[in-house]
């Protein structure tokens, strides 16, 4: 602790405050106590040794917005596979931003878990960091980052291209995009294969087609009144992810536009219920609980063999074909 006051440059009941949430402390000074905790790998030792029996045979989980039905659906695969092993799961919700995440990956370490599950909120370099310095598996989940570790996610690009070429493919040219929070690797990705998709079917590319929706509903709501508030509106949009089309959908009800008689609408992540969706949702369908039980897989091994050489995996997620888009969708059979 006294090598962590002297790396932030406080005294050590100031580390103490921040780490015990004893004594509210500056935001500032707590983010510098944090980082010297990440770069130092300190785990409080009373602590560790009170919660070293029950954290036993537990895998940490850090992700962002718990409340996604996508996450949700990932957080079910990890609990069931885990579970099977004779793992139980651990929660910490990073809410997408850098110093929460790195508090989270904290509180997960000191409970002594076996490893961490992580979906970053940006590059996860110092998240990541601080587990190597205390010889904690990590696999990265969701995104993925430029480090030499475990990770699993879907491939975004191509996926988005193919809902660009769709569109096209009916008829449309003005076809717009509502783009994730920034800084997220899965907000690049899909903002990448968007372009891509329109230059491949020869559409110009026209900034202010792209709407940033925070991957959020109100977010969604706000670019979408942007977007039609344009002199010449979209007449297809694709959505980032599952929050923003409700966001999205929400903004065209209120304008009085149908879909897809006024508006084709097409989005990155399923639902559990978008078939309920009238119109039904054509969607890009990520495997979420494929991908939590290969994170726990990953993990697992990794215990059992640490000198694995990182593994990266990528799975490929399906286009499910309905009527947003404003074509009948196939019929099964």
């Keep these: 602790m006294a090598d962590v006051a002297r790396r932030a440059g406080v005294s050590v009941s100031t580390v103490s405050h921040v780490l015990n949430k004893t004594r509210p402390v500056a935001a500032a000074t707590a983010r510098g106590v944090l980082e010297a905790v990440a770069e130092t790998g300190y785990v409080p030792d009373p602590v560790a040794r009170a919660l070293e029996s029950t954290g036993y045979g537990t895998i940490g989980l850090a992700m962002s917005a718990l409340s996604n039905p996508y996450f949700s659906s990932v957080v079910h695969g990890i609990d069931r596979h885990a579970s099977a092993a004779g793992y139980s799961l651990v929660l910490a919700d990073t809410r997408d931003e850098r110093d929460t995440e790195l508090k ?25 960091s601080y587990a190597d310095r205390v010889d904690v598996p990590v696999v990265v989940i969701d995104r993925f980052v430029p480090a030499d570790v475990d990770q699993v996610a879907v491939d975004n690009a191509e996926p988005t291209a193919s809902l660009v070429d769709h569109l096209a493919s009916i008829g449309h040219s003005r076809i717009a995009m509502i783009t994730g929070r920034e800084g997220i690797s899965t907000t690049d990705e899909r903002r990448d294969g968007y372009r891509a998709g329109l230059r491949r079917n020869g559409i110009g590319h026209d900034p202010a087609y792209e709407a940033g929706g925070d991957s ?32 999205a959908m929400r903004a065209l009800r209120d304008a009085g536009l149908r879909v897809p008689a006024d508006m084709a609408l097409v989005s990155f992540d399923d639902f559990e219920w978008a078939d309920l969706f009238h119109p039904r949702l054509t969607a890009i369908a990520q495997p979420a ?21 990182p593994r990266r995996i990528s799975i490929n997620p399906a286009f499910v074909h309905r009527e947003s888009c404003g074509c009948p969708a196939p019929r099964s059979g």
């Design 104 to 128: 989270a990956v904290g509180e997960l370490l000191r409970r002594r878990v076996s490893a961490v599950l992580l979906a970053p909120s940006g590059d996860g370099a110092q998240a990541l």
């Design 216 to 247: 959020s509903e109100e977010g969604a709501t706000a670019a979408v009144r942007g977007l039609l508030a344009l002199p010449e509106p979209p007449t297809a949009l694709v959505v980032g992810n599952n929050r923003m089309t409700i966001g």
């Design 289 to 309: 609980l494929s991908i939590g039980e290969q994170a726990v897989s990953m993990a697992l091994s990794r215990i059992a063999a640490p000198s694995l050489p």
